[in-house]
């Protein structure tokens, strides 16, 4: 029972399977990260245009009640506090990470795993 080796083939194949499709892969990962940025901005401009919405109702009233400014504090706090703090870090940090690497995919030539499929091809010629 082989947990954690593999043959020579067996690497050989997830090499090349992995060279086939990085061009793919890479642009994926640039695209989500992309999409990701834009929902983040988007978002965050939504949920600023609401939270000075909300605030704006309270100073239009001429005598807001303590119930009134209760529950526009609630609801401010809320918004900026969950949404703007832990949504928007994961946002940002996934955006990054997949920016990153769908470029390092897209620009990175891959010369190692070039090389070596060549050099086993070159070995072990296909029948």
Not at 19 to 29: C, E, F, K, Q, S
Not at 44 to 72: C, D, F, K, V, Y
Not at 103 to 122: A, C
Request: net charge positive.
């Amino acid at each position: 029972m082989r947990l954690w080796k593999l043959t020579d083939d067996e690497f050989i194949a997830r090499v090349r399977r992995f060279h086939r499709t990085r061009r793919i892969w890479g642009t994926l990962l640039l695209i989500v990260g992309l999409i990701f940025v834009v929902v983040l901005l988007v978002s965050g401009q939504h949920l600023s245009h609401q939270s000075l919405e909300l605030l704006n109702l309270i100073t239009e009233a001429e005598h807001p009640t303590r119930e009134q400014m209760a529950q526009a504090a609630d609801n401010v706090s809320f918004s900026v506090g969950f949404m703007l703090g832990s949504t928007f870090g994961a946002l940002r940090i996934f955006s990054a990470l997949f920016v990153g690497i769908g470029f390092g995919i897209l620009i990175n030539p891959d010369r190692k795993s070039r090389m070596l499929l060549e050099y086993w091809d070159q070995r072990n010629p296909a029948p």
